[in-house]
């Protein structure tokens, strides 16, 4: 069946290193993903979202990579900073039913100063 | 400010009595969904809404129901709670576009006796 999940569950770095967060996804229907960030006692926040006729995009300090082939969705953030610290999640949403969003199951990420 | 409210944010009921958790949107969004969240699944879809009287099944529907009679508004209703209910609620809003971001509400704590 269809799912999207994550390939750590807790991803420890140190303050100013680069952080990249997996995702891997099942349903080859899908065309559009996102990642969310959600801190403690919050609901998830918007992050970035690429399209499946794209293999990467840039925002402020993340990127995300999509790699059709495998299936395989990451999020790279760049100068990792303590606020960075949260529970990020991938989602995917299925070809022609934009009101459906699968999440995975989240990475938790721990930065050290 | 845009955003997503919801009320109550935390409540204590017992199994069988039937709740109400309301969310609106101030942001004229089409889109609106509920997902609960779990330790472990992370959020799942329960419920979402394309537009006005329109509604569909996300992925654990079982024990809700929803209605949609305005725009802003989107409450999620549970006619008879049991434990297995106890979670976390979000409520969330987008636009109609692919590429529209999807804001979360504060959440609400549920706990079923």
């Known amino acids: 069946g269809e799912s999207v999940g994550l390939h750590l569950p807790t991803l420890s770095v140190q303050e100013g290193d680069n952080s990249i967060i997996n995702c891997a996804y099942s349903n080859s229907a899908s065309d559009y993903f996102i990642w969310y960030k959600q801190e403690s006692g919050k609901g998830p926040q918007f992050i970035i979202d690429?399209?499946?006729?794209?293999d990467k995009r840039q925002g402020q300090r993340v990127t995300v990579l999509l790699n059709k082939t495998v299936k395989h969705l990451s999020l790279q953030i760049a100068a990792t900073q303590p606020g960075d610290s949260a529970v990020y999640f991938c989602?995917?949403?299925?070809?022609?039913?934009?009101?459906?969003?699968?999440f995975g199951q989240g990475t938790t990420l721990q930065v050290k100063p | 400010e845009a955003q997503v409210t919801q009320n109550p944010r935390y409540l204590i009921t017992v199994t069988g009595k039937k709740l109400t958790v309301t969310c609106s949107q101030n942001m004229n969004h089409e889109y609106m969904s509920w997902y609960r969240q779990d330790p472990g699944l992370g959020l799942r879809q329960i419920y979402y809404?394309?537009?006005?009287?329109?509604?569909d099944k996300g992925d654990v529907p079982e024990g809700y129901k929803v209605s949609r009679k305005e725009k802003r508004n989107f409450p999620l209703i549970l006619e008879s709670p049991s434990p297995n209910q106890t979670s976390l609620y979000f409520c969330a809003s987008r636009g109609r576009g692919r590429g529209e971001t999807q804001y979360f509400g504060p959440g609400t704590r549920l706990l079923v006796l």
């Open positions: 809404s394309m537009n006005v009287e329109v509604t």
């Open positions: 989602a995917e949403s299925i070809s022609g039913n934009t009101g459906k969003l699968i």
């Open positions: 690429i399209r499946s006729n794209m």
